[in-house]
T-cell receptor, first 112, second 114 residues
């Protein structure tokens, strides 16, 4: 049982380059999320998708776009990467709120 | 907006001893969930324990237990009989019922000394 799978695990970009982080879950969850983790700041919500076909902004959405491709997949796109987007990115999914979030293994992104 | 505060950036404990990690949160809601997540060096986020606000009984999972003080908006994690494998970052998190935005604290780095 794979759970939540993120690709890639590591990525280095130059300022201005674009890229898409991929996420897929096999738990049939309706809700999916993208968080970023920065030292001393915990995890902050970028975007979420409560169900297939819907997306909403979180706490730090600027500079990002998302696509909920189907129930399984939720991608995060950086159109023009900036050094401030250097971070660890986590995808997560959930179904019942009390169960909390199930996380992927994260993507370490460096923007030079 | 709801905020979560972890006032201890770093903690250390001797193997087999007990340690308590602190967490406070700010909310005007009465129905919500609280969580503790563990992040070992592997970077994987692992759910340790969860608490429903309307339940007065403190949650317990093996060596992990919480002290939930709703009026004080406090949610501390106690780790008993600490093991080397408990060394990790620990994050406290808050989530309002029927809301998709889970808020995290800044984390506490726990070191376990042999």
């Amino acid at each position: 049982n794979a759970g939540v799978t993120q690709t890639p695990k590591f990525q280095v970009l130059k300022t201005g380059q674009s890229m898409t982080l991929q996420c897929a879950q096999d738990m049939n969850h309706n809700s999916m999320y993208w968080y970023r983790q920065d030292p001393g700041m915990g995890l902050r919500l970028i975007y979420y998708s409560a169900s297939e076909g819907t997306t909403d902004k979180g706490e730090v959405p600027n500079g990002y776009n998302v696509s909920r491709l189907n129930k399984r997949e939720f991608s995060l796109r950086l159109e023009s990467a900036a050094p401030s987007q250097t971070s660890v990115y986590f995808c997560a999914s959930s179904e019942v709120h009390i169960m909390g979030l199930f996380f992927g293994s994260g993507t370490q992104l460096s923007v030079l | 907006a709801q905020t979560v505060t972890q006032s201890q950036p770093e903690m250390s404990v001797q193997e087999a001893e007990t340690v308590t990690l602190s967490c406070t949160y700010d909310t005007s809601e009465s129905d919500y969930y609280l969580f503790w997540y563990k992040q070992p060096p592997s970077r994987q986020m692992i759910l340790v324990i969860r608490q429903e606000a309307y339940k007065q009984q403190n949650a317990t999972e093996n060596r992990f237990s919480v002290n939930f003080q709703k009026a004080a908006k406090s949610f501390s994690l106690k780790i008993s009989d600490s093991q080397l494998g408990d060394a990790a970052m620990y994050f406290c998190a808050y989530r309002r019922r029927n809301n998709n935005d889970m808020r995290f604290g800044a984390g506490t780095r726990l070191t376990v000394k042999p």
